[in-house]
């Protein structure tokens, strides 16, 4: 029997970052897309416990995103567009109500093991700390797909500048995993309370094939077919000297400073996922990060597992067939903030 496949992703509310004025499974990393690191969009300044937007992305704001166009280097079996291609076969697209949509291509026939055409895109924007809050109405998930978003140094070979994985999950999988990778020794030593589950504790790359330091959310709505079914959510993460806190908000239970542009952390409850500064220099391994929106078929992780993820077929098989990618991701808004 064949599994149904979401292949897009929908941004509904605009991506945030907020900046502070002071300032388990097998996993590879996904490298670096490096670029620019030009402004755009107004800026989010703390004022005490405040936060003041930095950036703020919606809409026609994601296409001005650096697109990338070269071979995956998590040996997934796509073929990234630049952003005119991507637009030309509607794989990246804006809606009247201003919600963007990046999708992998889902009318194609390719060979057995061929490249699919898809998305991949990163911020003009490189950040050292911040709130960064995104709202998703749908992500992709089924048999062989393999979506992220995530944030990695623009200005440093990786593993060198770190990489956050924020939302990731391949093939069938319900629950998302959060995800710290480093260059430097560094070690998951946390026993704050959060409602994830830590997984793995050795963030260093070269330990363990790249798999780096996670927690695994609860539930089945923070990842996949549950995460659209209950019209997506907001995932937050909080990066400052003192580490990394990742927040869920499920979409009944935004908080109303987040809906209303006043981000208030300290009223959010307990974390989904902590990644503190005892086991890792937070300053030295993360630095100069762009945000990344991806999705990628097979490859180093989702095709790694797809033969225990009860997926019929052969990875290789799956994306021969245009219809097996009947999905999309949607993609409301990213803003960031400084505190």
């Known amino acids: 029997m064949m599994h149904s496949a979401f292949a897009a992703l929908i941004l509904a509310l605009p991506l945030t970052s907020l900046a502070r004025h002071e300032d388990g499974a097998l996993r590879r990393r996904h490298h670096n897309v490096a670029r620019s690191s030009s402004n755009n969009g107004p800026t989010y300044m703390r004022r005490d416990s405040n936060y003041t937007l930095q950036n703020k ?9 650096n697109f990338y166009d070269a071979a995956d280097p998590t040996s997934g079996l796509v073929d990234y567009l630049d952003e005119a291609d991507a637009v030309a076969a509607g794989l990246a697209s804006v809606d009247c109500n201003n919600v963007t949509t990046l999708k992998i291509d889902n009318t194609e026939t390719v060979a057995a093991g061929g490249l699919r055409k898809s998305v991949r895109i990163s911020s003009p924007e490189t950040y050292n700390g911040g709130l960064f809050i995104a709202d998703f109405a749908a992500m992709p998930y089924g048999c062989g797909i393999w979506p992220a978003y995530w944030t990695v140094s623009a200005t440093a070979t990786w593993p060198a500048g770190g990489e956050m994985d924020i939302i990731e999950g391949v093939n069938l999988m319900t629950q998302n995993q959060i995800t710290l990778h480093t260059g430097d020794t560094c070690t998951l030593n946390s026993t704050a309370a959060t409602t994830g589950s830590i997984s793995s504790t050795t963030c260093t790359s070269s330990a363990d094939a790249d798999s780096g ?21 907001v995932f937050a993460h909080l990066w400052n000297s003192d580490g990394i806190t990742v927040w869920f908000f499920t979409r009944d239970a935004i908080p109303s400073d987040v809906a209303g542009g006043t981000p208030d952390p300290t009223s959010w409850g307990t974390p989904t996922a902590i990644f503190p500064d005892t086991g890792c220099d937070i300053s030295a391994s993360l630095y100069d990060h762009t945000i990344v929106l991806d999705t990628t078929i097979c490859g180093d992780w989702a095709g790694a597992v797809y033969s225990t993820s009860g997926c019929p077929g052969t990875c290789d ?3 021969a067939n245009a219809t097996n990618f009947d999905s999309e991701c949607l993609c409301g808004s990213i803003p960031a903030a400084r505190a």
């Open 57 to 65: 992305f919606v809409g026609e704001d994601f296409l001005d995103w």
């Open 213 to 233: 330091c996670a927690y695994t959310q609860p539930g089945t709505n923070s990842f996949g077919a549950g995460f659209n079914a209950a019209g997506g959510g």
């Open 317 to 319: 098989e799956i994306v």
